[in-house]
Every structure is written in structure tokens, then in C-alpha cells.
């Protein structure tokens, strides 16, 4: 059974950074791609990032250039680091293994305020 435990959040203001990181396990983490996606209050989740076995990154428009992915296969994380926030980046974030899409942590909350 995937489990997913994410942390880093918290609250911060506008133009600032946060380093989201998540952790992975009961999963062949290399192989799969891993994502990070989020729900802003009232809204849908939707997905923010994603990054393959291989290290190839996929970014929502909204944050390209802003958010940048990675990935330790050696610790099975991902982690989203995120700079130059905007209130609009106000959310829960969620990573996902992509190989087993069901599965979800507690997700981080990240508060951006203006």
C-alpha cells in the first residue's frame, strides 16, 4: 500500500518561498513518476508539477518558472520548491504517485498572504 507524507508548509507572504517535501513508501518509488497537486479553498484539485522516473518536469502553466520539482531516489522524495509565491498559491499540496493514482497523503497547507 502507497503512503504519501507531506510537510513544509505554512504561512508566508507574497514574493516568498517555501520547500515542500514528501515522503513515499510500500511503492517502487524509481520507477514511477511522482506528481504534486493542490486544492485552493472552494476549488478542485488540480495539478501542479510532475516529474518522471528519469527526472523529466512537466509544470501547470500557472507556476512555470516559479516551481521547481525534483527527486531523491535514494530517500524515495519529491520535493516542489516554490518562490516568488502569490496568494493565488494559496492551497493544500499533495504529492502522487503516479503509478498509484488513488492514493493520497494528508496533503501540506501553504498560506500565502498579500
Known amino acids: 500500500q502507497v503512503q504519501l507524507v507531506e510537510s513544509g508548509g505554512g504561512l508566508v507572504q507574497a514574493g516568498g518561498s517555501l520547500r515542500l517535501s514528501c515522503v513515499a513508501s510500500?511503492?517502487?518509488?524509481?520507477?514511477?513518476?511522482m506528481g504534486w497537486y493542490r486544492r485552493a479553498p472552494g476549488k478542485q484539485r488540480e495539478w501542479v508539477a510532475t516529474?518522471?522516473?528519469?527526472?523529466?518536469?512537466n509544470y501547470n502553466y500557472s507556476v512555470k518558472g516559479r516551481f521547481t520539482i525534483s527527486r531523491d531516489n535514494g530517500k524515495n522524495t519529491v520535493d516542489l520548491q516554490m518562490n516568488s509565491l502569490r496568494p493565488e498559491d494559496t492551497a493544500v499540496y499533495y504529492c502522487?504517485?503516479?503509478?498509484?493514482?488513488?492514493?493520497w497523503g494528508q496533503g501540506t497547507r501553504v498560506t500565502v498572504s498579500s
Open positions: 502522487s504517485d503516479l503509478s498509484s493514482p488513488t492514493s
Open positions: 510500500g511503492t517502487t518509488f524509481s520507477t514511477n513518476s
Open positions: 516529474i518522471s522516473s528519469s527526472g523529466i518536469t
